[in-house]
């Protein structure tokens, strides 16, 4: 089982819409949660991070997340042309003493159709 | 504030040669990692510093791959012999060293490596 798992789209919004990107995690003892953005050919670029339970908002964007079921999502309202690309759900568990994994799931790539 | 560095951007090689890449961190960041990224997948992590020493190099193919950080600041990778399977983007990141709050990673412009 992977341990992080995210649909890999592509996700078609058109313009405007909200935009529904999920996460699941198979690791119960996970803790801290990020949303990166990568656009086609450069580098993820962070976005969000949340740690508890529920909302937490940013402009645009809304993390949730439910450590119960074991999800993290991410909406993005008014989507825009502009938000065409993949998200990448990154999932970090501390192994004590400074230690810690974070691990990647594969990415949705998001199509914000104007 | 410069971001992360990462040179060559691009490498062509033939399969069993060398190859190394670089990497220079944002000034302050005392941990610095280097992924591994390939087509439609997410980043994996190679190896993990925390200043000049290696942390988490459990993913690191060692028969091939090193890396050395020698004085806690800019990074190199190096693959000898490369294989037609390491072609792939190879993404350096730093961060805030542990304890000092959130775990913002900032990536690198990578280097696309292929292997012919």
């Known amino acids: 089982q992977k341990e992080v798992e995210q649909n890999s789209g592509p996700l078609s919004v058109p313009e405007g819409a909200i935009a529904s990107l999920n996460c699941t995690y198979s690791d119960r003892g996970s803790q801290s949660f990020f949303w990166y953005r990568q656009y086609s050919g450069k580098s993820p670029e962070l976005i969000m991070f949340?740690?508890?339970?529920g909302d937490k908002e940013d402009g645009r964007f809304t993390a949730q997340l439910n450590k119960a079921s074991q999800y993290v999502s991410l909406l993005i309202r008014d989507s825009q042309p502009s938000d065409s690309a993949t998200y990448l759900c990154?999932?970090?568990?501390?192994?004590?003493?400074?230690?810690?994994?974070?691990?990647f799931g594969k990415g949705t790539k998001l199509s914000v159709i104007p | 504030e410069a971001g992360v560095v990462q040179s060559p951007r691009y490498k062509i090689i033939e399969k069993k040669q060398p190859v190394a890449f670089w990497c220079n961190p944002i000034?302050?960041?005392?941990?610095l990692y280097w992924y591994l990224q390939n087509l439609g997948q997410g980043p994996e992590l190679l190896i993990r510093y925390e200043n000049e020493e290696a942390v988490d190099d459990s993913q690191l193919p060692k028969d091939r791959f090193s890396a050395e950080r020698l004085k806690g600041v800019d990074s190199t990778l190096k693959i000898q012999p490369a294989e037609l399977g390491d072609s792939a983007v190879y993404l350096c990141?730093?961060?805030?060293?542990?304890?000092?709050?959130?775990?913002?990673?900032?990536f690198g412009p990578g280097t696309r490596l292929t292997v012919t």
């Open positions: 000034s302050g960041h005392n941990t």
């Open positions: 990141a730093s961060s805030l060293g542990p304890g000092q709050g959130v775990y913002e990673q900032y």
């Open positions: 949340i740690y508890s339970n």
């Open positions: 990154a999932v970090k568990r501390d192994s004590g003493a400074g230690s810690y994994q974070l691990t």
